[in-house]
């Protein structure tokens, strides 16, 4: 199976609306990670919001919102009130820990995102 | 910006030799990653250093090997180039807290070309 999915490889969303991108994991360890990041064409990665396995609370971070739901082992990424600059391609990421302090992270594929005007 | 600094930005090689690339983390990071982006893909984990010991690895083989310096700063280095080692590398910092890790910080990537 897959560790990270993302089944939209792109999506349209009319600016100042909300767009929620899918992210859905696959892990056995319990103590796992999850962030999203932004890759504008120019290449940087930006992070934007983290999510640990513990972690009670939805993360939030300004415009970002993580929807988590552990027992669907799914992690969507929710934007409210779209910019023109936020079209760039998203990533979904895992992050879990084996013994010894052992780890590693697993990206998605992607889902690219156009902001229309 | 992130303050985590890699270089060159963009290098081509030939296959077969080997490459070095560098990685500066912010300051006070002590952990790095690396990973390999083809193109139109998600980043791959190469590997992870903590305090200049590898803690993490990918599925990437053994002619992909790193160092992390006193200063926390790395190296990968591929050796024998295959023209598919063609990607942008992506080093990433971040602070290891006990048992978790905060976010991870991204340089702007080195760009290999192997002809």
């Known amino acids: 199976a897959q560790k990270i999915t993302q089944t939209q490889p792109g999506m349209f969303v009319q600016e100042k609306e909300a767009v929620t991108l899918d992210c859905t994991y696959d892990t056995s360890d319990p ?16 992070f934007l919001i983290y ?13 970002y ?3 988590f739901q552990k027992a669907r082992k799914s992690a969507n990424l929710v934007i409210s009130a779209s910019q023109l600059g936020d079209s760039a391609m998203y990533f979904c990421a895992m992050r879990e820990r ?11 594929t992607g889902t690219k995102l156009q902001v229309i005007p | 910006e992130t303050g985590v600094t890699q270089s060159p930005t963009h290098l081509i090689k030939t296959r077969g030799q080997q490459v070095t690339l560098r990685c500066s983390s ?3 990071h002590n ?5 390999q982006q083809a193109l139109g893909q998600g980043p791959q984990f190469i590997f992870q250093y903590y305090r200049e010991e590898e803690n993490g690895r990918g599925n990437f083989p053994p002619r992909f090997s790193g160092l992390q310096f006193p200063n926390y700063s790395s190296e990968l280095n591929v050796n024998a180039l295959e023209l598919d080692d ?7 910092s971040s602070l290891a807290l006990g048992q978790q890790n905060t ?13």
């Open chain 1, 31 to 46: 103590s796992y990670g999850l962030f999203w990041y932004k890759q504008p064409s120019s290449g940087e990665m930006i």
């Open chain 1, 98 to 108: 084996y013994s010894g302090g052992y780890q590693k992270v697993t990206f998605g």
């Open chain 2, 86 to 92: 063609s990607a942008l590398y992506l080093c990433a």
């Open chain 1, 51 to 63: 999510q640990g396995s513990y972690d009670q609370q939805n993360a939030t971070e300004g415009r």
């Open chain 2, 26 to 28: 912010q300051s006070g």
């Open chain 2, 103 to 115: 976010e991870a910080f991204f340089g702007q990537g080195t760009r290999l070309t192997v002809v």
């Open chain 2, 31 to 35: 952990t790095v990653s690396w990973y």
């Open chain 1, 65 to 67: 919102s993580l929807n």
